[in-house]
């Protein structure tokens, strides 16, 4: 028999609850990152996604729980680091004639990374995207286009056997 958490045996838990864990806010953008890649890929694009970089941090200024980990005064730390600091995905077609970058957020952060990518000064073009996520009970992305990303009342729906699950 194992012991699970709070010294509960494995899968069994008092009046059926399992226990709350901690939301990891890093997991959410990682599957709706992988949501709007499926989509994209469904539709027939090559997608690239940003990938894991690790970032060494003076002891002082890293999270207290990874400060047991320094190596000469510096703590490794994960981080998922934009294409350009602005864009989660990017995508071109099997031709190579559209290329573009998509910014995956949730609806109510789209604002703000909508202000984020304009006041960067990166060259936006017609087929860079915003897409917002919006949950149950309709889980749907709306999709604003570039240069200004204003809505564009484009909605696209990941169907159930693409990857992540998120609410």
């Known amino acids: 028999m194992s012991i699970g958490i709070a010294g509960f045996r494995s899968g069994v838990y008092p009046q059926g609850r399992r226990p709350r864990r901690r939301p990891n806010p890093l997991r959410k953008g990682r599957e709706l990152a992988a949501l709007a890649a499926g989509i994209l890929r469904a539709m027939g694009f ?65 604002s703000a990374r909508r202000r984020k990518i304009l006041a960067s000064g990166f060259p936006v073009t017609e087929h860079d995207l915003l897409l917002a996520y919006y949950g149950r009970p309709r889980r749907r992305f709306l999709v604003y286009r570039g240069p200004a990303f204003v809505e564009s009342h484009e909605e696209w729906r990941p169907n159930k056997r693409m990857r992540g699950d998120v609410g």
């Open 46 to 110: 090559r997608v690239e996604t940003t990938q894991m970089a690790v970032r060494w941090l003076p002891v002082d200024k890293a999270p207290p729980a990874l400060r047991h980990k320094a190596v000469n005064g510096l703590v490794p730390m994960s981080r998922r680091i934009d294409f350009f600091g602005i864009f989660d995905l990017l995508y071109v077609t099997q031709d190579g004639r559209t290329r573009g970058g998509a910014q995956v957020t949730t609806a109510t952060n789209a």
